[in-house]
């Protein structure tokens, strides 16, 4: 079974850089399509990027200025950073596997860690 588990702090201050990991076992990330993807407190999910086999990435338009997604393949890890950060950026955020650039199918998530931003 492919697992994900999601670790960073879980306290950001206003104006700076979230950093999380995504360490993933059972499968390798130089294969499938790894999403970050993250909700907030009483709202739905937000797609914020995705990483492929190969290293290339798309985000969301709306988050693609502050997001950088990157990938250790040595600790067949994902990063997610998160530049400037607002408490409106608080949420839970997940990683997930999919098939394809544009499907929203995951079959594997993370359990998902909490990220407040707050001073």
């Known amino acids: 079974q492919v697992q994900l588990q999601e670790s960073g702090p879980g306290l950001v201050k206003p104006s700076q850089t979230l950093s999380l990991s995504c360490t993933v076992s059972?499968?390798?990330?130089?294969?499938?399509?790894w999403n970050w993807i993250r909700q907030p407190p009483g709202k739905g999910l937000e797609w914020m990027g995705v990483?492929?086999?190969?290293?290339?990435?798309y985000y969301s338009p709306s988050l693609k200025s502050r997001s950088s997604i990157s990938r250790d393949t040595s600790k067949n890890q994902l990063s997610l950073q998160l530049s400037s950060v607002t408490p409106e950026d608080t949420a839970v955020y997940y990683c997930?596997?999919?098939?394809?650039?544009?499907?929203?199918?995951?079959?594997?998530w993370g359990q998902g860690t909490q990220v407040t931003v707050s001073s």
């Open positions: 059972g499968g390798s990330i130089t294969t499938s399509y």
């Open positions: 990483i492929r086999y190969d290293g290339s990435t």
């Open positions: 997930a596997r999919a098939g394809s650039w544009y499907s929203a199918d995951y079959d594997y």
